[in-house]
């Protein structure tokens, strides 16, 4: 980030069809397991788009998070449909709108399915901050359309 290397507070795995890149960081996709064509297709029905990826995010513990971003890189288009699955632990889902600085907040638990679609990339930044309560493992799967 900004031409230093920055390590990501969580782990992260890449599948499906297609190269992403964002932030500077270029992901090589593995292969589609069973268990995820499976969730994949529970949110194509859902969402009623067809998805060609998944960002998988391993959040260890409390102390791993995601900051301030918007899924808004070229390849996912103009506005972009992205299915987050939670399993594991709950964690916080933040919503800010860019303008208003409006906050939306969630409580995001097992088996959940958030889905931002429509101007949710161009309008809001969203996150999931740290917590200093004991948290278990939770892994987030955001499901994409890569162009």
């Not at 230093?4 to 599948?15: M, T």
């Not at 860019?98 to 409580?107: A, P, R, S, V, Y």
């Amino acid at each position: 980030m900004f031409g230093r290397d920055v390590l990501q507070p969580r782990l992260q795995a890449w599948c499906g069809d297609a190269v992403y890149t964002y932030s500077g960081l270029t992901m090589e996709p593995q292969s589609w397991t069973p268990t995820l064509l499976a969730i994949k297709a529970a949110c194509e029905k859902v969402s009623e788009v067809r998805f060609n990826s998944v960002l998988a995010n391993l959040y260890r513990g409390g102390q791993d998070y995601m900051g301030w971003h918007r899924d808004n890189e070229p390849e996912l288009g103009v506005q972009p449909v992205i299915a987050s699955v939670s399993l594991g632990e709950s964690r916080r889902f933040i919503l800010k709108h860019m303008e208003t600085k409006q906050k939306l907040e969630f409580n995001l638990e097992s088996g959940s399915l958030l889905v931002m679609a429509g101007n949710t990339q161009q309008c809001w930044v969203h996150s999931v901050p740290k917590t200093r309560k004991p948290k278990a493992g939770r892994i987030n799967l955001t499901f994409r359309l890569i162009l």
